[in-house]
Each structure stands twice: as structure tokens, then as C-alpha cells.
């Protein structure tokens, strides 16, 4: 399991555009978004540069490994 910082998000849309994105490019993984602790949690395989990919391309700030 992995966590990572996400910010820019403030509503479930946000948590929802970001959830989307990466199980676009982890679709074997379990994505949980945390929107009180801006973390995002990645059950399974997950490279952090796919990580970081997706939350960017989605249009939000990667914040890194927690
Ligand atoms: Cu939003």
C-alpha cells in the first residue's frame, strides 16, 4: 500500500477526477481517495511516476510519497 499527497482538491468532483485518473493507469490497483487529508491511498502495484502522471493530468498538484 501507498499513499500520496494530493493537492488543489476541495470537493468530491475533484476526489472523483482524481480516483478516475489513476485507475485509468493503475486499473489492477484499489484507489481510495482522502479528501479531509488530501491523500490519496494505492492498493497495489503503483509506479510513482504514474502516480504523479495522473494527478497532474488530471489537473491537480502531486505532492509525493507520504
Ligand atoms: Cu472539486
Redesign the pocket.
Known amino acids: 500500500m501507498k499513499k500520496y499527497k494530493v493537492l488543489g ?3 468530491a ?2 476526489a472523483n477526477s482524481v480516483s478516475k485518473a489513476l485507475k485509468a493507469v493503475v486499473p489492477e490497483a484499489s484507489v481510495d481517495v482522502n479528501l479531509d487529508s488530501k491523500e490519496v491511498r494505492i492498493e497495489g502495484i503503483a509506479e510513482d511516476t504514474a502516480v504523479q502522471q495522473a494527478v497532474e493530468g488530471a489537473g491537480f498538484e502531486y505532492g509525493g510519497p507520504v
Do not use: I, P, R
Request: glycine share 20%; hydrophobic share 20%; with cysteine.
Open positions: 482538491m476541495s470537493c468532483g475533484c
